[in-house]
């Protein structure tokens, strides 16, 4: 598949992203709370064998202890505490947190600072329903362009709207899986991108669909209680489509790709 930023093709990766290398530390991959533990059979909980004590370069799964004390925190959760922080690669992490009582999920470029890894404002935060309609509702088609992204013959091209103007799209020749808010310019009837997105390789992609799994199971009830805002009962008729500005934000305007 044609990537323009492939990954090391010596870098160990997990089953949510790439290890980061560190040097000369011995790491124990922390212990996540038992639920997440059984149900992924994560290799959060294995330990790195060093056999060799003057090696260079450890491996470790990225940000291990800060994940392990926001999933077994030693009070109750604050106002924008994480919940977790997966690795997609490069510097990306898919990170669960509330901010002003709303639960978010962003996936943002990170950098590293004296402290460590800290966000920047390239990235996206989703609601929860703009989440969950990506994972339940469009994660297959995106797959789709992605796998056919090679055939000269398959048109690949999708924009999906997630809501409120939030899309996410595949388009030659750039092979990214972008994820962004657009919106409408003044006396324009084209919408634009923003600033506000990310666009993702597609092994990032991979490492995006497998953090929906540890993010479902931590907010699994939250989801669950996530009502698409079609399914509203103010949308059982077209006007109710119409006047919402989550599903149909721009007015009575259809946008081609």
Known sequence: MNDTTPLNAEQEVSRFGPL?????????????????KRNLQSDFNQLVET??????????????EATENCLNPVGPLRE????????????????????KGVMQVHI????????GPFPTSKGVALNLEKWKKLEEMHADDIDLSVNNFDKNDENVACKIHLGSNYYVSVKKPIARVDIRRW?????????????????????????????????RQL????????????QTNDHLNQMGYFACSNCNPNGYMDYVF
Not at 20 to 36: A, M, Q
Not at 51 to 64: G, M, S, W
Not at 221 to 230: H, I, R
Request: aromatic letters at 8%.
């Open 219 to 230: 907010v699994s009830k939250e989801l669950d209680e996530t009502v698409y805002c079609e």
């Open 51 to 64: 056999k060799n004590e003057d090696e260079e370069n450890k491996l470790t799964i990225v940000d291990d």
């Open 20 to 36: 980061r290398k560190e040097k000369k530390r011995k790491v124990l991959r922390l212990n996540i709370f038992d639920p997440v």
């Open 183 to 215: 919106f409408l310019p003044l006396d324009s009837d084209v919408i634009v991108p923003t600033k506000k997105g990310i666009s993702l390789t597609f092994k990032q992609w991979s490492y995006l669909k497998n953090s929906m799994t540890v993010v």
């Open 80 to 99: 924008g505490d994480e919940l977790c922080r997966l690795h997609l690669g490069d510097e990306r992490y898919v990170v669960l947190k509330s901010f």
């Open 108 to 115: 943002r470029q990170f950098e590293i600072g004296a402290k």
